[in-house]
T-cell receptor, first 114, second 115 residues
Framework: SQQGEEDPQALSIQEGENATMNCSYK?????LQWYRQNSGRGLVHLIL?????REKHSGRLRVTLDTSKKSSSLLITASRAADTASYFC??????????????FGKGTLLTVNP | DAGVIQSPRHEVTEMGQEVTLRCKPI?????LFWYRQTMMRGLELLIY????????DSGMPEDRFSAKMPNASFSTLKIQPSEPRDSAVYFC?????????????FGPGTRLLVL
């Protein structure tokens, strides 16, 4: 079963607005990553946040992590049409003790209208 | 660097035929992952190689699926015989040493349609 679950499944906004996507997971994690997938392409890594971090920034991206609520959010500020893509969170919660396995959620489809 | 290279990009085949998907990881990466993406199940890990050795193949659906990594620069995923339910996008990804804290670099994927 999919562990990291994104919310909402789809989000449509106007260019310039902020977009917030959420990810929930079920058990403890060591780290959480966010990836972007443009239509017909492979996934591209955006940012990683470790379990001992609460917030991280990268350009227009802001990621938060609340381990008590087992959730993370990805905020994209001042969105652009080029941000249109699916966004996935990936956790190591289902690794079964391994140190390599990432479990991906089903993603949020973000559409930024010009 | 050219990134992860996959071929073919698209494959249409008939049920029962053998399908071979190919992947060239980023040079210097010693970890390689094969994933399958469908609308219903999302992105699933099929098999993980480290230093060309299969470490975890628990995600391989059944005996019809097999994967090899004969050297550090090449891997194949084979489906024989193929079935319509195998229709999906198959991704290959590589990372430096495979840790879950590392960035995985994905190829463009192979879109497989089994008729």
């Amino acid at each position: 079963s999919q562990q990291g679950e994104e919310d909402p499944q789809a989000l449509s906004i106007q260019e310039g607005e902020n977009a917030t996507m959420n990810c929930s997971y079920k058990t403890s994690i060591n780290n959480l990553q966010w990836y972007r997938q443009n239509s017909g392409r492979g996934l591209v890594h955006l940012i990683l946040i470790r379990s001992n971090e609460r917030e991280k920034h990268s350009g227009r991206l802001r990621v938060t992590l609340d381990t008590s609520k087992k959730s993370s959010s990805l905020l994209i500020t001042a969105s652009r049409a080029a941000d249109t893509a699916s966004y996935f969170c990936a956790t190591d919660e289902d690794s079964g003790g391994s140190n390599y396995k990432l479990t991906f959620g089903k993603g949020t489809l973000l559409t930024v209208n010009p | 660097d050219a990134g992860v290279i996959q071929s073919p990009r698209h494959e249409v085949t008939e049920m029962g035929q053998e399908v071979t998907l190919r992947c060239k990881p980023i040079s210097g990466h010693n970890s390689l992952f094969w994933y399958r993406q469908t609308m219903m199940r999302g992105l699933e890990l099929l098999i993980y190689f480290n230093n060309n050795v299969p470490i975890d193949d628990s995600g391989m659906p059944e005996d019809r699926f097999s994967a090899k990594m004969p050297n550090a620069s090449f891997s194949t995923l084979k489906i024989q015989p193929s079935e319509p339910r195998d229709s999906a996008v198959y991704f290959c990804a590589s990372s430096s040493s495979g840790g879950s804290w590392e960035t995985q670099y994905f190829g463009p994927g192979t879109r497989l349609l089994v008729l």
